[in-house]
């Protein structure tokens, strides 16, 4: 049943009133409720004991955030009105945005896929491993690598924008990030925390599984360079379906693990071996150097992420680990997520997705690579399927990367793959010299 079912509507300080929907997402320190507006919906503090936030000073904190010098047309959802008697506030939402978790194969997914019983697409029906088969399910219907690599890159160029303007954002996870289910709008929508970076001290609020080693630790608070902790992790996760600490010692711990060598105890407190994890005493799944910590699950890395990728993971989780400062910021994380999207092909036999240059067929179904044309100037490539007829050049690919503006249109080319020839479609302006069209048939 709705928890929200006879709940009264809610009166913020201007006298509006708000029903409440249905729960739309819980984190590491609130709850956000739909509203029976569209637009609109309530965010709740809870304590952590899950109880209704009452904190004396949420009001003023509240007020504070919609008085931060944000940059201008960020996507982030801020408070506009504060609750009259309750916790919480109101906030702008989309009305077909859903939270990153959408990409995540978490127990209830699986049990739901698990459930269902359907039969398994003949590309998979060779699959030994059911698990692996119903991930890759999951990986499908929720848009494969080609939709996650957009929602990731356009959230890492908003955390961008933050962090060029001084600012600390305190709570990523997937929670908190959000994507229209029918377009590419990207918002970020728990600003509780949001804050200047200080040179010490500060409250430093995380989601668990996602906290920097040194917030976790209570050694140091929430930076830039937590963010790019957290944003890395909910990457990791969001493109390989599996956390990037949580491996074999932990899945597959060793009977005696006593020894010399073993895992410290997390500052001289017991800790389970996932929270010895999070806290930055296990070596990443995939690290260069250490293999103790093993992956034992996900997608495999080569499928899902570039080299580029692959550096950016093992800069943040190996290094980075232990000396946040080593750990890459969050304009190489937009950049980097943003080139390997427009490297990425859709299959449409299995409609998952796939590097073109890695790959001269599909990688999970075997099917031939479809035919497709390549857009190219000196700063980056566009892969365009065959069946586009006008397609929108992206401002990055003749202009220095913007977090804002990257995804705005240029120039737009009208594309006929018999004749193999582009052209500006009528009435917008001529192509630049330095952009070229290479048109690829399929590969049999």
């Known amino acids: 049943m709705d928890k929200t079912e006879g709940t009264p509507p809610l009166c913020d300080e201007y006298g509006n009133h708000h029903t409440l929907a249905d729960e739309l997402a819980r984190g590491g320190q609130g709850v956000v409720f739909r509203t029976k507006d ?3 919906a309530i965010k ?3 304590t952590p004991q899950g109880e209704p936030d009452t904190s004396s000073d949420l009001r003023q904190r509240f007020q504070n955030i919609r008085l931060l010098p944000l940059p201008p047309r960020i996507p982030l959802s801020l408070p506009l009105a504060i609750l009259r008697d309750h916790p919480g506030y109101v906030m702008r ?3 077909d945005m859903t939270p990153f978790s959408v990409f995540d194969l978490d127990g ?3 049990k739901d896929l698990e459930e269902q019983q359907f039969n398994l697409p003949e590309w998979l029906t060779k699959v030994p491993d059911r698990d692996l088969a119903l991930r890759l399910v999951h990986y499908a219907r929720t848009g494969s690598t080609r939709r996650r690599l957009f929602a990731l890159s356009e959230c890492a160029a908003i955390l961008a924008r933050l962090h060029c303007s001084g600012m600390v954002y305190g709570d990523i996870s997937s929670n908190n990030a959000f994507i229209g289910a029918q377009s590419n709008d990207v918002w970020l929508i728990d600003a509780d925390n949001l804050r200047f970076e200080m040179a010490r001290g500060g409250v430093s609020v995380y989601t668990p599984a996602y906290g920097a080693p040194e917030v976790v630790r209570g050694t140091d608070a929430s930076r830039p360079c937590s963010d790019c902790w957290a944003f890395a992790v909910m990457a990791f996760k969001t493109l390989a379906l599996c956390h990037p600490f949580i491996g074999k010692a932990v899945l597959e711990p060793e009977e005696d693990d006593s020894g010399w060598d073993s895992v410290p105890e997390a500052d001289g407190q017991t ?5 010895q994890a999070y806290a930055g005493y296990l070596p990443f799944i995939d690290d260069a150097e250490d293999d103790s910590n093993a992956g034992v699950g996900g997608l495999p ?5 570039t080299h580029g990728l692959r550096q950016l993971f093992q800069e943040t989780f190996g290094a980075g680990r232990l000396q946040p400062h080593r750990r890459p910021a969050m304009a190489l994380w937009a ?3 943003k080139k390997a999207f427009d490297r990425s092909l859709h299959c449409d036999a299995c409609t998952m997705s796939y590097l073109f240059d890695e790959h001269t067929d ?3 179904c075997q099917a031939p690579r479809s035919p497709f044309a390549c857009a190219r100037t000196s700063r980056g490539e566009i892969v365009i399927p065959a069946s586009t007829r006008n397609f929108a050049l992206p401002h990055r690919l003749f202009y220095p990367f913007s977090f804002e503006h990257n995804e705005t249109q240029a120039y737009e080319v009208d594309l006929d793959f018999n004749s193999r020839t582009a052209r500006p479609v009528r009435g917008t302006p001529a192509f630049p010299d330095s952009l070229t069209f290479t048109f690829e048939a399929s590969v049999q």
């Open 44 to 46: 709740q503090p809870l």
């Open 271 to 275: 800790a389970d071996l996932d929270e």
């Open 38 to 40: 569209a637009d609109l």
């Open 335 to 337: 950049l980097e997520l």
């Open 301 to 305: 890395r080569e499928l899902v992420v």
């Open 362 to 364: 599909c990688p999970y």
């Open 93 to 95: 939402l989309l009305n």
């Open 108 to 110: 209830k997914t699986k």
